[in-house]
């Protein structure tokens, strides 16, 4: 029960999410009504409160459903005071009105049916049974009513603005002849008051045929209520409006007024009764289709909800998680109890604070959007997108929030790749910058260099510096070369590499560097063969090394460690640099292989992004063990050479 009335509110969001466009759009039209008009429209007290009810509602009710409009009531005291409320904007029409002059600027719907006008008479005055003559007799009328050409009236007929009012007077014997200008208002009146002094003569004096004004300037708006009129004419509706108000009053007629008739009204009743039980079966066949319907609707929001590729949740206040769809169960790490999850519970620590702000804010302001790690079943964070909307709870006085969660991962990858693209185009552009700069004055170095140590009487100690000098500078004009291949890799030479004498020849590289600090290369079960680019692996060797006597600032040992392991074509060659520095901060290891990241003072970040990417050209892989001042290993491991393997490839 619970699960459903959850699933229900969550409906209730979605209709929130894609209706509420469509409502605030719709139209108003203001149709104005006398509040005492029985059986037409009349002041009554429904479920303890007093509204306007009557024919003319229910016909409006309906029109206002087929114009996609909102009707609003507006209440006319007489009806001469329609033209001046139409002109000054206080309506747009009349709830039914008799046919304008044929120089009227309004276009008239007819609704099928027309007031009777009827004359109604004082039983104890000494007239009545000469009721049709008019002439000299105290007549009451009402003002602006639309009466037919054929009823005359002399100039002292009294004017009232109330058919009540008319009939009271009636009743009491104040006025003599009422001129009812509808036969079924008046006879309404006479029922619900009970008034007893009140007959009906004659016959009817003329019909007035109803129907609605529309202004001819708004010929769209004419059109589509007449074809709103035509609708409820031909489906029917109409004629069970007439039959819901007036129907009853006819069958009371004829049994007050024609008495002899009795067998003929019960067969009428009888007919009636029949046509009402009919009715109710069909209602109730339309009442169980919709009812079909309504569940076949909240079955598809149901799959909806429950198939959906976002997670739903339904929590309250406290952050309690009242209902999850099948996508929350599936891919979350739901905690194994039975009482209520909250949703911190599947937080990973660090968000459990930011969800509790998160929700605040969403009941403050009605709705919020954040991002969060969740734990997925695999035991990783899972980074989602939440969005979340405030609904009604199944008590008036609650509030729930419905949250959609949606992963994000893949979308913050690409938006990852598309700003690590971004920087090699930045990096290509400085590469660019840089060998041009650059490799002048190295150019000019190495010359110099070459010439120094053709001269004879050179010492041996200059010469090693020299010839140190200019391997420095070939490498640093294989630097700038590097970074145009950050930038647009080129094809690399891969042959049959002696990991060992790899190392070492990196080692004489460094130079004067090298003999001040203590460098240990043990490389264990023998010689290790991995195929590679021997100028391109060196470098990553020099960068690394570097790297490591910059963080020991000439204190400490460095240890270069290679073995192998794995076995037959999953065997690899394991490469670890491992040095006594200040180490790097945890928080600092996922992004040292990123452009431009260094926590160096006066480096550009770009040595370790430029190491990783030639690490991964030759296959391999790259990552870094360390804490904060207790030294760093960097560990790289490539694939071993194996004999049926081609010797050169690029």
Known sequence: MRRSVYLSLILMAFVLFFSAGNAWCRETCKVGIRAISPPFSFLAMQDGEQGVRGYSIDEWVLLGELLDADIEFVLVDSLVDYPRMYADGQLDLMAHG??????????????????????????????????????????????????????????????????????????????????????????????QNGFSNIEKKGKVLGEVPLGLSVSRHDRQFAADLMSAVRHLRETGHLAQLRDK?????????????YAKHIAIAVAIVGLIFIGIVLWNVSLKRRVDKAASDLRRTEQRYRDLIESSPDVIFLVNEAGDILHANERAQSFLLFPDQDDIVNLGQIMVPDDVDEIAAFLTKVFNDGCDKHEFSMQSVSGNPMEVEIAGRVIQGPLHTEL????????????????????QSERLGIIGKMAASIAHEVNNPLGIIQANAEELLCE??????????????????????????????????????LKKINVGDMIYESLSLLGPKAKKSRIEVRVEDGPLFIRGDNRVLQQVIVNLLFNSLASMDGVGFIEILVWRQGEHDLQTVRLEVKDEGKGIPRKNLPRIFEPFFTSRKGGFGLGLFITRRMVERHDGLIFAESEAGDGTRMILEFPAYRHKDKTDAS
């Open 456 to 493: 004879a009487n050179v010492d041996k100690d200059v010469k090693e510096g020299l010839s140190a000098i200019q391997r420095n500078a070939i490498r640093a004009g294989e630097i700038t070369k590097g970074l145009l291949e950050a930038a647009s890799p080129k094809p690399i030479s």
């Open 98 to 191: 008799s046919r304008p002059s044929s120089r009227s600027s309004f276009v008239f719907i007819p609704l099928g049916y027309s007031l009777r006008n009827h004359l109604f008479v004082n039983t104890k005055s000494p007239v009545v049974n000469n009721s049709n003559k008019l002439a000299g007799k105290r007549v009451v009328a009402i003002t602006g009513a639309p009466y037919s050409p054929e009823v005359e009236f002399g100039d002292d007929v009294i004017r009232v603005t109330s058919p009540l009012e008319a009939l009271s007077m009636l009743d009491q014997g104040v006025v003599e002849i009422f001129v009812a200008p509808s036969e079924r208002v008046a006879d309404y009146l006479i029922d």
């Open 245 to 257: 108000w007036f129907g009853e009053h006819s069958r009371r007629d004829g049994l007050t007024y």
């Open 400 to 419: 729930l929030a419905c949250l959609f969660a949606r992963n994000v991962m893949e979308r913050n990858r690409m938006e990852e790749e598309l700003i």
